[in-house]
C-alpha cells in the first residue's frame, strides 16, 4: 500500500481530531430547537413519528415522540482523542404508560451498545455518565419511546466529563470497517492494520479494521480502497475488481486504477513529475483541510489536453470541458454526495461538501 504522504502528515491529523468537541459540548440543538418543516433538523428520525410540543417553560418547545414505537438519534464526531467520560444530561415528561431510552451506539454503526432507562418524571432533569472504551471515533445517541404514553423532550446536554470513576467501560461490539482498532479481534472483520486513507479520529497508530489485506483477495481482484461507512469512520481496504477505479478515485495500490496508476491516494493519470506529451504530470488540484495533493494528470490546468486525453477539471483541457462524473469531497478528501457524508468539526456542524473537479475525465 501506498502511504508515504499520508503518513507524512499522520501528526497534524491525529492533532486535528482534538476537537471534535464545542468547548466540550458534543451535541448540536440541545434545545430542539432546529426545525425542517414538521420534522427536525439536526436529529434524524429513525422510525415512528415527532411533533414540536410545548414544554414546561412558555418560552421553550420541545420533540414529543409520538405512536408506541419511536426513536431520533444524533451522530456525534466526540471520539477518543477528546475523552472517555460524557455526561448526558436530559430534561422530559414521561408518562408511566411509556418506556424511554437512551442508546449508546458507539461507532454510529447501527448497533446500539448500552442502553439507559429514562425514569417516569415531568420535567424532572435527569443525569447519566457515560465511560466509553478507548478507541472510539463516534458516537450515535439514540433517544426511544415505546409505549401509548406521552414522551416529550424539552433538553438535551451531552458533554465531555470527568467524573465516571468506577463505572463500567461500554466497549463497542466488534468494530466495523473503517474503526479504530488495536488488534483483529477487535474487528468485525477479524483484521485490523494500517489505514487505506487517513486514519480514523479515534486511531493513535494509524490502524484501521480493514476487510482485506495485500495477497488476500480471489482472482480478478486486489486489495483495493473502499469509501467510509460512516462519516466517523474512515475509508478501508477491501477486495475490489482489477481497475474498476476511475481516475479522480482514492486509491492504494495501481492495480485497482484503470489507469493502472495510484499516485499519492488517488488513481492518476500519470506518475508525478513525470514528462508527458503537454509538459510535466502534476496533481490538478490541492484540496481539503490537509492541504492534500489530487489525482495526477499531464500538465493540470495548462488547457493542453486533445480529446479523449485523461483530465481531472475543464482547465485541464484544450477545448475547456473535461466529461465525466463530478467529483465532490469533504475538507478531510473523503468522497461525497452532500454535507450529511462529512465529518463533524468543533462547530458540531458537518463540514462542507465542495466540488473539487470531475471522476473519470476525458477532453472533449
Given at each position: 500500500m501506498k502511504h508515504s504522504i499520508l503518513y507524512a502528515a499522520f501528526a497534524v491529523v491525529a492533532t486535528s481530531q482534538l476537537g471534535a468537541t464545542d468547548c466540550g459540548q458534543i451535541t448540536r440543538d440541545e434545545g430542539f430547537d432546529l426545525w425542517c418543516g414538521n420534522?427536525?433538523?439536526?436529529?434524524?428520525?429513525?422510525?415512528?413519528?415527532?411533533?414540536?410540543?410545548?414544554?414546561?417553560?412558555?418560552?421553550?418547545?420541545?420533540?414529543?415522540?409520538?405512536?408506541?414505537?419511536?426513536?431520533?438519534?444524533?451522530?456525534?464526531?466526540?471520539?477518543?482523542?477528546?475523552?472517555?467520560?460524557?455526561?448526558?444530561?436530559?430534561?422530559?415528561?414521561?408518562?408511566?404508560?411509556?418506556?424511554?431510552?437512551?442508546?449508546?451506539?458507539?461507532?454510529?454503526?447501527?448497533?446500539?451498545?448500552?442502553?439507559?432507562?429514562?425514569?417516569?418524571?415531568?420535567?424532572?432533569?435527569?443525569?447519566?455518565?457515560?465511560?466509553?472504551?478507548?478507541?472510539?471515533?463516534?458516537?450515535?445517541?439514540?433517544?426511544?419511546?415505546?409505549?401509548?404514553?406521552?414522551?416529550?423532550?424539552?433538553?438535551?446536554?451531552?458533554?465531555?466529563?470527568?467524573?465516571?470513576?468506577?463505572?463500567?467501560?461500554?466497549?463497542?461490539?466488534?468494530?466495523?470497517?473503517?474503526?479504530?482498532?488495536?488488534?483483529?479481534?477487535?474487528?468485525?472483520?477479524?483484521?485490523?492494520?494500517?489505514?487505506?486513507?487517513?486514519?480514523?479520529?479515534?486511531?493513535?497508530?494509524?490502524?484501521?479494521?480493514?476487510?482485506?489485506?495485500?495477497?488476500?483477495?480471489?482472482?480478478?481482484?486486489?486489495?483495493g480502497y473502499a469509501e467510509p461507512l460512516a462519516p466517523v469512520l474512515a475509508g478501508y481496504s477491501d477486495c475490489v475488481a482489477l481497475g474498476s477505479h476511475q481516475l479522480a478515485e482514492h486509491c492504494v495500490v495501481d492495480e485497482e486504477c484503470a489507469s493502472g496508476v495510484c499516485e499519492g491516494s488517488y488513481c492518476s493519470a500519470c506518475r508525478t513529475d513525470a514528462a508527458c506529451a503537454h509538459g510535466t504530470c502534476r496533481p490538478a488540484w490541492t484540496y481539503g483541510f490537509f492541504g492534500l495533493p489530487g489525482p495526477v494528470v499531464c500538465a493540470p490546468g495548462e488547457a493542453k489536453g486533445a480529446a479523449g486525453e485523461a483530465c481531472a477539471t475543464d482547465n485541464d483541457c484544450a477545448s475547456l470541458h473535461c466529461d465525466g462524473t463530478a467529483r465532490k469531497e469533504c475538507d478531510d478528501g473523503r468522497a461525497c454526495f452532500d454535507r450529511d457524508n462529512c465529518p463533524v468539526g468543533s462547530t458540531l456542524e458537518p463540514g462542507e461538501c465542495n466540488l473539487v473537479g470531475v471522476q473519470g475525465g476525458r477532453c472533449r
Open positions: 420534522q427536525l433538523c439536526v436529529w434524524k428520525l429513525v422510525r415512528g413519528d415527532v411533533r414540536r410540543a410545548a414544554t414546561w417553560h412558555d418560552a421553550d418547545s420541545g420533540v414529543e415522540l409520538l405512536g408506541n414505537d419511536t426513536a431520533i438519534s444524533q451522530l456525534t464526531s466526540v471520539n477518543s482523542f477528546d475523552g472517555e467520560c460524557i455526561r448526558f444530561d436530559l430534561t422530559a415528561n414521561v408518562a408511566e404508560t411509556a418506556e424511554v431510552t437512551l442508546g449508546v451506539d458507539v461507532e454510529g454503526d447501527g448497533t446500539i451498545d448500552h442502553v439507559e432507562r429514562v425514569p417516569t418524571a415531568t420535567w424532572k432533569p435527569v443525569s447519566f455518565r457515560l465511560l466509553v472504551k478507548a478507541p472510539y471515533d463516534g458516537i450515535r445517541f439514540e433517544l426511544a419511546k415505546r409505549g401509548e404514553g406521552t414522551a416529550i423532550l424539552a433538553r438535551i446536554d451531552a458533554e465531555l466529563a470527568n467524573d465516571c470513576a468506577g463505572l463500567t467501560p461500554i466497549v463497542a461490539t466488534q468494530r466495523p470497517d473503517g474503526a479504530s482498532c488495536t488488534t483483529g479481534a477487535d474487528c468485525a472483520s477479524g483484521t485490523c492494520s494500517m489505514a487505506a486513507f487517513l486514519p480514523p479520529g479515534g486511531s493513535s497508530d494509524a490502524l484501521a479494521c480493514n476487510e482485506c489485506t495485500t495477497g488476500s483477495c480471489g482472482a480478478g481482484e486486489t486489495c
